[in-house]
């Protein structure tokens, strides 16, 4: 299986200001026949079922705000919010689809500073 | 809009089987362009992908559960199901249905639209 590991495990950051989150893969996920990379990030709010946010690495799901954005490629995954709102705090998920199980990573927690 | 809800019990003895459903409303699950999924959510083991099934019967499951996993599909109801034998305190978790897009050259998926989630419980 491929092991997806987030970090850091959690981060506060003020209102406004860019919070990072980092995810990294096991193995490879992009796929060269297609140059696109299977990994996948969604946003789990309290009490809340988690919610497909970015696909292919990069593309925003329909509705989702652009302040959130995905950059990486290979194995190394980085999920952007560009100004933190306060509606943003969250745990965030990455997930390889690269390969069949799919695969999760940890979390990071994304709080207000 | 398509929303999804699961229903089963909340509470199953070890050794027994898990049963749970997920009913689909404002679509359904004959749409060719999905697969349907349960994935679990537990403190110790985080979110694990279970079982995928399409409507044609089709299923994939997790080689680490496949043992003890039946997914089965009623179209007719649109309405799909899960099945876990033999369970202990370590399947204790919330289990989640969702809809899923399935990609045919690497034989994963993703998980676009999630039901709110059912925590089940193992115990005597």
């Known amino acids: 299986d491929i092991v997806m590991t987030q970090s850091p495990d959690s981060l506060a950051v003020s209102l406004g200001e860019r919070a990072t989150v980092n995810c990294k893969s096991s193995?490879?996920?992009?796929?060269?026949?297609?140059?696109?990379?299977?990994l996948a990030w969604y946003q789990q709010k309290s009490g809340q079922p988690p919610k497909l946010l970015i696909y292919?690495?990069?593309t925003r799901e329909s509705g989702v705000p652009d302040r959130f954005s995905g950059s990486g490629s290979g194995t190394d995954f980085t999920l952007t919010i560009s100004s933190l709102q306060a509606e943003d705090v969250a745990v965030y998920y990455c997930?390889?689809?690269?390969?069949?199980?799919?695969?999760f990573g940890g979390g990071t927690k994304v709080e207000i500073k | 809009q398509v929303q999804l809800q699961e229903s089963g019990p909340g509470l199953v003895k070890p050794s027994e089987t898990l049963s749970l459903i997920c009913s689909v409303s404002?679509?359904?699950?004959?749409?060719?362009?999905?697969?349907w999924s349960w994935i679990r959510q537990s403190p110790g083991k985080g979110l694990e992908w279970i079982a995928s099934?399409?409507?044609?019967?089709?299923?994939s499951y997790n080689p680490s559960l496949k043992s003890r996993v039946t997914m089965s599909v009623d179209k007719s109801k649109d309405q799909f199901s899960l099945k876990l034998s033999s369970v202990t305190a370590a399947d204790t978790a919330v289990f989640y249905c969702?809809?899923?897009?399935?990609?045919?050259?690497?034989?994963?998926?993703?998980?676009?639209?999630w039901g709110q989630g059912t925590l089940v419980t193992v115990s005597s």
């Open positions: 969702a809809r899923s897009r399935y990609y045919y050259e690497s034989s994963g998926f993703s998980f676009d639209l």
């Open positions: 404002g679509g359904s699950v004959t749409n060719d362009n999905y697969y």
């Open positions: 099934i399409y409507h044609s019967g089709t299923t």
């Open positions: 193995q490879s996920v992009l796929y060269n026949s297609n140059n696109k990379n299977y």
């Open positions: 292919w690495a990069s």
């Open positions: 997930q390889q689809y690269y390969s069949s199980p799919p695969t």
